[in-house]
């Protein structure tokens, strides 16, 4: 067995005889052509490369390579430096913008982009330029920084006049805005409509003349700082550009994983982290904005009325079209943690009945599931989900309770709608089994009806056999479908029960509705 080193790397290679690793060794120095660049490129630095002339005699260069051998023991710094350019870059994306090679970057201090943020095309510039400017904001950002350091050098008092340098930087601002024409002419319009036409969404509005240069620039200014911050949350693993997959989101005092890709505004989705208000679930940019937020929300629970309350778990029901935009954000929050969900914006033929803990500051988002205003199926669930900080403590199986409570008060028999998503499944096979086992166990007489079963548990009858069948609890015999009262899964829940408690069901009681008209 060998062992390898290829920059720095080891790697393990079985059977490999001395012969084929001197011929490695010898390929190896052999072959001293630079790594290219991202663009194709080799490098083309004098102390990077060493270039050979052809006019040197044997007597030279076998000097130098002794001397190379001698002092590569102890010194490498005569070998070609390898160049490494943005390593966490990923040379499969591109550019969104149409036309855009990827390189080049709007802050000029980047050799390529991925997004339309730093795009140069879309800002109507070209890569060189953007290095321009960068080294103007840059002596720019030097001469303040200097004049903040004499500033500072003068008495500090708490009503000091401006200096004579801020004086006449005022006066100067005052004058470019001045001189700012406030119309465009016929020949400036029809530029203004060409690249418009020509370009559309593709490209950003041309700015000048809009405004005075003054301004423009501070604009421009702000454009490449943005896009700087961007690309150093991108680089941290925070933004996750040309794939607009929301990584995690800020919810309530938790940071929460998201599992799928949900349809958010593209500003949103590419910034890798939302932050979310927790009771009217408007989604933002920033901390910032989200504290600014907190301190002027008045919600505190979800809109609607509250049907249900036993304990701190409350359920609201919400009309999708009364309370149009807060469902429809439910939705795209639910799509984060669901992969069969297609419905994010049409919301007004559905209720959504969301469940609540509450406590001193508010009622926090547990689950919810949402149903059909008039399902022509009977489906009593058209999507469900369970918030991930709450799932494995029992509120699952207390939504698919819920649900078929309210088919009881309707006098209806329901079923989820199909298809079920992996979880979705389990969760319902569990609590299928757990009405099966719970009416099998009070259950006395000797002949039992899948209907009779039916119409008291407002399970599906199709739900009903094929959870039976799962169980091995149905067999056909003599021509007859028997139904098996299997002992063992029945001590089997019992033990369970005793050990889960009652704290985590649904108490028929507490429920306060009546079927909305039309259902």
């Known amino acids: 067995e060998k062992t390898f080193f290829y920059d720095g790397v080891c790697g393990n290679n079985r059977g490999v005889s001395e012969e084929r690793s001197s011929d490695l060794k010898q390929g190896a120095d052999r072959d001293e052509t630079p790594p290219r660049t991202?663009?194709?490129?080799?490098?083309?630095?004098?102390?990077?490369?060493?270039?050979?002339?052809?006019?040197?005699?044997?007597?030279?260069?076998?000097?130098?390579?002794l001397s190379l051998k001698e002092a590569a023991a102890h010194d490498l710094s005569h070998r070609p430096?390898?160049?490494?350019?943005?390593?966490?870059?990923?040379?499969?994306?591109?550019?969104?913008?149409?036309?855009?090679?990827?390189?080049?970057?709007?802050?000029?201090?980047?050799?390529?982009?991925?997004s339309i943020s730093g795009c140069p095309l879309y800002h109507n510039l070209s890569a060189d330029e953007c290095k321009g400017k960068a080294s103007t904001r840059d002596k720019q950002a030097e001469e303040r920084t200097l004049s903040h350091r004499q500033d500072e050098n003068r008495h500090s008092t708490r009503n000091q006049a401006p200096t004579d340098r801020q004086l006449r930087y005022k006066e100067k601002v005052t004058e470019l805005r001045r001189k700012r024409n406030s119309t465009l002419n016929k020949e400036q319009k029809e530029k203004h409509m060409d690249h418009r036409q020509s370009h559309g969404a593709s490209r950003e509005p041309l700015l000048e003349n809009i405004t005075s240069d003054y301004d423009l620039e501070l604009f421009r200014k702000a454009q490449a700082r943005a896009s700087d911050d961007l690309e150093k949350l991108r680089l941290a693993g925070q933004v996750s550009e040309g794939s607009n997959m929301i990584k995690t989101i800020v919810f309530g005092r938790y940071e929460l994983d998201t599992w799928?890709?949900?349809?958010?505004?593209?500003?949103?989705?590419?910034?890798?982290?939302?932050?979310?208000?927790?009771?009217?679930?408007?989604?933002?940019?920033?901390?910032?904005?989200?504290?600014?937020?907190?301190?002027?929300?008045?919600?505190?629970?979800?809109?609607?009325?509250?049907?249900?309350?036993?304990?701190?778990?409350?359920?609201?029901?919400?009309?999708?079209?009364?309370?149009?935009?807060?469902?429809?954000?439910l939705c795209l929050l639910a799509k984060l943690f669901l992969d069969h969900k297609t419905l994010y914006y049409d919301v007004e033929p559905f209720l959504f009945y969301v469940m609540t803990e509450a406590d001193n500051t508010g009622c926090h988002l547990v689950g919810y599931f949402s149903k059909e205003k008039n399902s022509f199926l009977n489906y009593n669930v058209s999507c469900i989900l369970t918030m991930p900080q709450y799932m494995r403590q029992g509120y699952g199986k207390m939504l698919i309770d819920f649900s078929y409570l309210l088919s009881k008060v309707e006098e209806?028999?329901?079923?989820?709608?199909?298809?079920?998503?992996?979880?979705?499944?389990?969760?319902?096979?569990?609590?299928?089994?757990?009405?099966?086992?719970?009416?099998?166990?009070?259950?006395?007489?000797?002949?039992?009806?899948?209907?009779?079963?039916?119409?008291?548990?407002?399970?599906?009858?199709?739900?009903?056999?094929?959870?039976?069948?799962?169980l091995q609890m149905l067999k056909y015999w003599k021509g007859k479908h028997l139904v098996l009262k299997r002992q063992d899964l029945i001590d089997d829940w019992k033990a369970k029960e005793t050990k889960r408690g009652n704290s985590k069901t649904i108490d028929p009681t507490a429920l306060k509705w009546t079927p909305p008209k039309g259902t």
């Open 260 to 329: 799928y890709h949900s349809p958010y505004p593209e500003e949103y989705a590419r910034l890798g982290r939302l932050y979310m208000c927790e009771f009217c679930l408007k989604y933002m940019k920033s901390q910032t904005i989200l504290r600014r937020h907190m301190a002027k929300c008045v919600w505190k629970h979800p809109p609607g009325d509250e049907i249900y309350r036993k304990g701190n778990i409350s359920v609201f029901e919400v009309d999708g079209k009364k309370n149009k935009i807060y469902c429809q954000n």
């Open 38 to 65: 991202p663009t194709g490129n080799a490098p083309s630095s004098e102390s990077d490369i060493e270039v050979s002339s052809p006019g040197n005699d044997l007597d030279e260069r076998l000097a130098k390579e």
């Open 81 to 114: 430096k390898r160049r490494r350019f943005h390593e966490s870059y990923n040379f499969n994306m591109k550019c969104p913008t149409p036309g855009c090679n990827s390189l080049g970057h709007l802050t000029g201090r980047h050799e390529r982009h991925f």
């Open 412 to 470: 209806k028999v329901g079923s989820p709608e199909r298809p079920l998503s992996d979880l979705g499944l389990i969760s319902y096979r569990s609590y299928w089994k757990e009405v099966l086992l719970r009416y099998l166990n009070n259950f006395q007489g000797k002949e039992i009806s899948i209907k009779e079963i039916s119409q008291e548990t407002a399970v599906n009858p199709v739900d009903i056999v094929s959870t039976l069948q799962s």
